[in-house]
C-alpha cells in the first residue's frame, strides 16, 4: 500500500509524444501516484498506463546518483569536481590533437527544451563543431524534412483536438492503440461516433481490426501503395480542383507521373488489393475533413522521405490541409523528440530550425562568438566516422545509442573505436556500461524545471514535484558546469530553466510569445509570436510557411536491398507495445516489466505450424547482420511470411538483427524491413 500524497504538482508525462499533462502525488518526498489533468487539451483528463503507473524508475535500486569514472574497466565513483574536470580534459585534448570535429554531442529527447538548446549551443560554442544531433535521427526526421521540403515547416500540421473534427482518419505506420494510447482512443471513439477509418500497416493492429479499410502492404512497400492512391484520385477525378488552383504548384506533371501507377500495379508490389486501394481513396477524398497520422511505419525506410513526400502529395490534392480536422500528423514517440531536434540538436539547423547558412550569423551575434558554417555529423553518421577513425569523442547525453541503433554488432565496433565515451543518464545504460569513461549522473524530469514540445507544437511546462537523488544534477547543470570548466562560463550563465527559455524565445522568434506564466496551465502550441497570440492550432490556413503555393513531388519507387531470399524467407519488423518504452531504461525499472517481463516474436499461425512451433518456444531469428533469441507468440496480426518483435529488453539487444539500410534523406535505419529466419533455439 502506498501512502497518501500529501502534496501533488502539475507536470508532463515523461513518455511518449502526446505530451499527457498530470499530477505527480508525493509523500515525504516519494512520488506516491500520478493522476491526470482533467482539463488538458492534450489528454483530457486521461492517462495511460505508462503515465498512470511508470514512475518507479525515479527511486530504481540500481539509479547512479555519483559521478564516475572507468580506470582499467571498473567504474570508480568520485565527485562533480573530477568528473568534470576529466570530462572537459578529454574534450580538450581530443580538439586539441584531432579538430573539434572529431568529437560527436548527442542531445536527449527526454531532456527538456532548455537543455537540448543549451545541448547544441555547447556543441557550437564550446567544442566548435556542428556534430550535434539527437535521436529524432531515427525515427522522425524523415517527417520533418519532408514536411519542411512541401509545407515549409517540419512538424505537425494540426492538433489532436482535430481528431474529433474528421471525418476520415488516415492512420500510416502506426500503432497508437499501443504506442500512444491516449491518441488512440481519440481516434477509436471517433471512429465509433461515425467517421472512416483507413489504417495503412502490414499488422493488424487494433484499428486495423475496426477499420473500414485496412491497406497491408508488405513492408518496404508505403510509396507504390502511395502513389496508386494518387493514381485514383486523378483517375477518378476526385482531386480539389480548386484547392490545386489556388495553393498547389505541379499538378499536371504530377498526374503524368501518377498515369503507370495503377492500383493493379500496387497490388503486384506490395499485395494490397485494388479494390481496398480504390475505396480508400475515395473515402479520403470524398469525406472530408481527413486527418492523416502517421508514424515510424512510414519513415523508417529506404525512402522513408519520400513516403511522408508521397503521403503529402495525397493531403494536397484532395485539400487536406490547412483546415480542422485534417493535415499530416507525425504521432512522435518520445516526449520531447520533436523538441530536442528544433532547438537545434541536428547537425544542418539552429534553434527554430533554421539552416545554418541562413542564421549562422544571427546566432553568433546572440552568443557572442564565430560559429562553425560547415554542417555537422548525424548520429548515424557519427558511428559511420568512429569507425573509420575520424571521431575519436563522443558525448551522449539521455541516449542509449548502441541498444538504439540498427546494426548493434557494427555499433559496437564502432564505439570501441573511440578514445573518450561521456555518458550522461541516470543509469549506467548499454553504452555506458560497454564503452564508457565518464558518467555523469543527471535527474529524471520529476526532478527538475523546464518545458516539453509534445507532437501538436503545444509547449508545456515540466515542474520539480521531489528533490534530485542523491548529488545528480539536471543536464542544464551539468552543460554549464562543463562549459565552465572549458572556458565559456559567459555563454553559460543561467540561473534557472525559465531563464533559458528566455533566451530560446529571444532567438526563436516562433515562440516569442510563449512565457512561462502563459504557458503555465495548458501549454501553447507555436507559432506564437507575441503575448496576446493564442497560439496556432492548425497550420497553413492561408499560406504555407515557405510559399503561397506548395509543390507536389514526384516520389518514385526504389525497393530496399533487405530482401527475402531461400535462406532468409522471413520479413521483419520492430516496433514497441504498450507496457515499454523504447530500449526500457525507464519502464524496465518499474512495475511494466512484470506486465511484460522479456521483448517477444510474433509469428502467423500457419508459418509457426509449418516450422512445428508453438507459444513461448525459445526461437532463434537470424538476419545478415547478427542474431537473437525471442520467446515465440503466435499470432495473427502478422501476416503469413511476416514476423513482428519488440526491442525493449537490453538483454535481448533485438537491434544485432536490424541492418545498414537507410532513408537516402535523413540517415533514418531501416528498422522496419529485415529479412531473417527462424528455428527452434
Ligand atoms: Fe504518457 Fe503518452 Fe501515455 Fe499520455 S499516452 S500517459 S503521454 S505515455
Not at 294 to 323: K, P, S
Not at 592 to 614: F, V
Amino acid at each position: 500500500h502506498e501512502p497518501v500524497p500529501t502534496e501533488w504538482t502539475r507536470t508532463t508525462c515523461p513518455y511518449c509524444g502526446v505530451g499527457c499533462k498530470l499530477e505527480v502525488g508525493v509523500a515525504g518526498d516519494r512520488i506516491v501516484a500520478t493522476r491526470p489533468v482533467i482539463d488538458a487539451p492534450s489528454n483530457k483528463g486521461h492517462l495511460c498506463v505508462k503515465g498512470r503507473y511508470a514512475h518507479g524508475y525515479v527511486d530504481a535500486a540500481d539509479r547512479i546518483t555519483v559521478p564516475k569514472v572507468r580506470h582499467d574497466g571498473r567504474w570508480r565513483s568520485t565527485d562533480w569536481a573530477e568528473a568534470i574536470t576529466l570530462a572537459a580534459d578529454g574534450l580538450r585534448r581530443v580538439a586539441a590533437e584531432h579538430g573539434p570535429d572529431a568529437i560527436g554531442v548527442l542531445g536527449s529527447s527526454r531532456a527538456t527544451n532548455e537543455e537540448n538548446y543549451l545541448t547544441q549551443k555547447f556543441a557550437r560554442v564550446v567544442i566548435g563543431t556542428n556534430n550535434v544531433d539527437c535521436c529524432a535521427r531515427v525515427c522522425h526526421t524523415p517527417s520533418a524534412a519532408a514536411l519542411k521540403h512541401m509545407l515549409g515547416t517540419g512538424v505537425a500540421t494540426n492538433s489532436f483536438d482535430d481528431i474529433e473534427q474528421a471525418k476520415t482518419l488516415l492512420v500510416v505506420g502506426a500503432n497508437p492503440l499501443e504506442n500512444h494510447p491516449v491518441v488512440g482512443a481519440r481516434i477509436r471513439q471517433q471512429a465509433q461516433r461515425g467517421a472512416h477509418l483507413i489504417v495503412i500497416d502490414p499488422r493488424r493492429t487494433g484499428l486495423a481490426r475496426i477499420a473500414d479499410v485496412h491497406l497491408a502492404p508488405r513492408p518496404g512497400t508505403n510509396v507504390p501503395l502511395l502513389n496508386s492512391l494518387a493514381h485514383v484520385l486523378f483517375a477518378e477525378d476526385l482531386v480539389d480542383r480548386d484547392f490545386l488552383a489556388a495553393r498547389v504548384e505541379g499538378v499536371e506533371g504530377l498526374a503524368a507521373f501518377m498515369a503507370p501507377w495503377t492500383p493493379e500495379r500496387a497490388t503486384q508490389l506490395s499485395g494490397v488489393p485494388a479494390d481496398a486501394i480504390r475505396r480508400a481513396a475515395r473515402l479520403y477524398a470524398l469525406e472530408r475533413p481527413a486527418m492523416a497520422l502517421h508514424g515510424l511505419g512510414l519513415t523508417e525506410h529506404l525512402q522513408g522521405t519520400q513516403g511522408v513526400m508521397a503521403l503529402i502529395d495525397l493531403a494536397l490534392l484532395t485539400g487536406n490541409l490547412g483546415r480542422a480536422g485534417s493535415g499530416i500528423n507525425p504521432l512522435r514517440g518520445q516526449n520531447n523528440v520533436q523538441g530536442a531536434a528544433v532547438m537545434g540538436c541536428d547537425p544542418g539547423t539552429l534553434t527554430g530550425s533554421v539552416r545554418l547558412v541562413d542564421a549562422c550569423q544571427r546566432f553568433e551575434a546572440a552568443w557572442g562568438v564565430a560559429l562553425p558554417h560547415k554542417p555537422g555529423l548525424n548520429a548515424v553518421t557519427m558511428i559511420d566516422a568512429a569507425h573509420a577513425g575520424k571521431l575519436k569523442a563522443l558525448y551522449v547525453i539521455g541516449y542509449d545509442i548502441f541498444a538504439s541503433l540498427a546494426n548493434a554488432d557494427v555499433t559496437a565496433m564502432a564505439l570501441s573505436k573511440l578514445d573518450l565515451v561521456i555518458v550522461q543518464d541516470m543509469f549506467l545504460n548499454e553504452t555506458a556500461n560497454s564503452f564508457g569513461h565518464v558518467f555523469l549522473p543527471v535527474v529524471s524530469s520529476f526532478e527538475k524545471d523546464g518545458t516539453f514540445m509534445n507532437s501538436e507544437r503545444r509547449i508545456q511546462r515540466v515542474r520539480r514535484a521531489v528533490a534530485p537523488r542523491g548529488d545528480s544534477l539536471s543536464d542544464a547543470e551539468v552543460l554549464c558546469r562543463l562549459a565552465g570548466e572549458l572556458g565559456f562560463g559567459d555563454q553559460f550563465r543561467h540561473t534557472c530553466a525559465e531563464a533559458v527559455w528566455d533566451e530560446i524565445r529571444a532567438v526563436w522568434p516562433a515562440v516569442a510569445g510563449i512565457s512561462y506564466g502563459r504557458s503555465s496551465r495548458h501549454g501553447l502550441q507555436w507559432p506564437c509570436v507575441d503575448e496576446y497570440d493564442p497560439g496556432t492550432a492548425v497550420l497553413h490556413a492561408r499560406r504555407f510557411a515557405n510559399a503561397d503555393k506548395a509543390k507536389l513531388e514526384q516520389v518514385d519507387y526504389r525497393p530496399t536491398t533487405e530482401c527475402t531470399s531461400e535462406q532468409y524467407p522471413f520479413l521483419l519488423t520492430t516496433g514497441r507495445t504498450l507496457h515499454h518504452f523504447n530500449v526500457g531504461t525507464m519502464t524496465g525499472r518499474t512495475r511494466q516489466q512484470l506486465l511484460r517481463p522479456t521483448d517477444t516474436l510474433d509469428m502467423h499461425p500457419y508459418d509457426a505450424g509449418q516450422l512445428d512451433l508453438r507459444d513461448d518456444m525459445p526461437v532463434r531469428v537470424e538476419s545478415r547482420h547478427g542474431e537473437v533469441v525471442l520467446p515465440l507468440r503466435v499470432s495473427d496480426a502478422v501476416a503469413p511470411g511476416q514476423l513482428f518483435a519488440t526491442f525493449h529488453d537490453p538483454a535481448r539487444m533485438l537491434n544485432r538483427l536490424t541492418g545498414p539500410v537507410r532513408d537516402t534523406v535523413t540517415s533514418a535505419p531501416e528498422y522496419k524491413v529485415v529479412a531473417v529466419r527462424v528455428r527452434l533455439a
